[in-house]
């Protein structure tokens, strides 16, 4: 059967100021020095990933950073304050009332504060299975092969909904038809020049759009 996947932060949710703010005190907690208010784009990958390419030999001591990091983000109060795509429900009850794709969920975040996202905003039921960031997470491209593998998927009548150019590479290179996002929520916002770069197969702006693209192909 054939799948639609979702990337959460910047698609469904805006979490780029929770992480942002999330990393900032963490560092500033464990007497680290390194600025991360401009680095939206690169705070879209896994925690450790970031941890790791933008704190200095002198400061690491990643184990701390990423335990504390995951803390902060996934605060209640923060979690309360994310912003939410006003069209997400909408898009995914439309798209799970087709019943002809598999919906999952691919995102660099980690499990628990994925899960109390998803459960905060109804999302979760939605979703046939969640792929989430681990300690060593697998990169996107990789857990999509999963899925492609496990629901003997046609990779180019399935979909990968993303905001980053990440998602779009990962997409192409296992052969998924890529779907772009870019809105105030996205997190390369508001360098739309960014995405569009990355050569998405379709770029929309309203997540109710979805539905209408992947019906026509």
């Known amino acids: 059967m054939n799948f639609v996947a979702f990337d959460l932060d910047g698609v469904l949710i805006n979490s780029k100021q929770a992480y942002i703010t999330a990393f900032s005190k963490a560092i500033k907690m464990l007497g680290g020095k390194t600025d991360v208010t401009e680095l ?88 046939d299975e969640v792929l989430t960031a681990d300690k060593r997470p697998i990169p996107k491209d990789e857990r999509l092969r999963k899925i492609i593998k496990r629901y003997n998927s046609i990779p180019y009548e399935s979909f990968f909904i993303g905001d980053l150019p990440a998602d779009i590479y990962a997409a192409r290179e296992v052969g998924l038809k890529s779907i772009a996002v870019y809105n105030s929520l996205s997190w390369v916002y508001p360098e739309k020049w960014k995405i569009i770069d990355a050569k998405p197969d379709f770029l929309v702006e309203d997540l109710c759009e979805i539905r209408s693209v992947i019906t026509q192909e």
């Not at 209640?76 to 912003?83: H, K, L």
């Open 40 to 127: 939206a784009e690169p705070l879209g990958r896994p925690v450790r990933e970031v941890l790791e390419n933008i704190i200095p030999d002198s400061e690491v001591d990643v184990n701390g950073y990423e335990d504390l990091v995951k803390e902060l983000a996934s605060r209640d109060d923060v979690i309360a304050s994310i912003p939410v795509n006003p069209k997400a429900l909408e898009t995914l009850e439309a798209i799970k009332a087709l019943e002809s794709f598999k919906l999952v969920l691919v995102t660099n975040s980690d499990a628990n504060f994925t899960l109390k996202v998803l459960k905060k905003n109804s999302f979760f039921d939605f979703f």
